[in-house]
């Protein structure tokens, strides 16, 4: 009894954690459809973008359904252990085997098919310069976000400094970049003082540089992800079992 009291007792907090998570993620995902000033709105409005970003457009309903997802597996672990329902116990482990088995299906798809992800990254590129030398100091909107996005990340334009040249911001301070492309220098930022800081890169070397340096993060956080859905199957199905031999 103590062992199974114990192991409800995991269930319940476990799920609990679970059915938060699902409802933060639920909530940020209807913000994101919501918001028509976001980011991924104005992904939509670059020219000459590849076709396959407009799926990057629809992350706001993925999060949702992962949301509504993580609430419905909160749910039923949770109401299954206390109620000591068969029922939604089974269910409960069916779904998680499901998640489990797409995670790892979308693991190796990542892998083989990396390759085209890395040309979609060069096409989305070569239009986030396009951008940039259209708008950038001509569009209130595009140019507030690259700043914002430039000092958060502290970098210069999508690849280096020269993606501003002939924007409408260079043509018009007599061919400067940002001061983000020289950060702490008082001089005119031209070609020659940003090509000589080399500790500022292009804002997509710079979040590379940040997964490359957190893989190992990345990694360890995904085989924990895939142990903790391995022991709530195991709990759920032990849970199951005794709840089916108690009532023998």
Known sequence: MGCFGFLKAMMVVFNGIIFLAGAAILGVGIWVKVD?????????????????????????????????????????GCCGAVKESKCMLLLFFIIVLVVFIAEVAGAVVILVFRPLADELFTKFGEAAVKNIRKDYGGNPDVTGLWNSTMNTLQCCGFYNSSDFVGSPYYEKYDQQFPPQCC??????????????????????????????????????????????????????????????????
């Open 183 to 248: 950060p702490g220098l008082v001089v005119p930022c031209n070609q020659t003082v940003a090509d000589s800081d080399t500790m500022i890169t292009g804002c997509f070397p710079k979040i590379k540089q940040l997964i490359d340096e957190n893989t190992s993060v990345i990694v360890g956080v995904a085989l924990g992800i895939a142990a903790l859905e391995i022991c709530a199957m195991a709990v759920a199905m032990i849970l199951y079992c005794r709840i089916k031999s108690r009532g023998d």
């Open 36 to 76: 028509s000033g976001s980011i991924l709105s104005f992904l939509g409005e670059i020219e000459n973008a590849p076709a396959e970003l407009s799926q990057l457009l629809n992350v706001g309903y993925l999060l949702i359904a992962i949301g509504a997802l993580l609430l419905v597996i909160g749910f039923l």
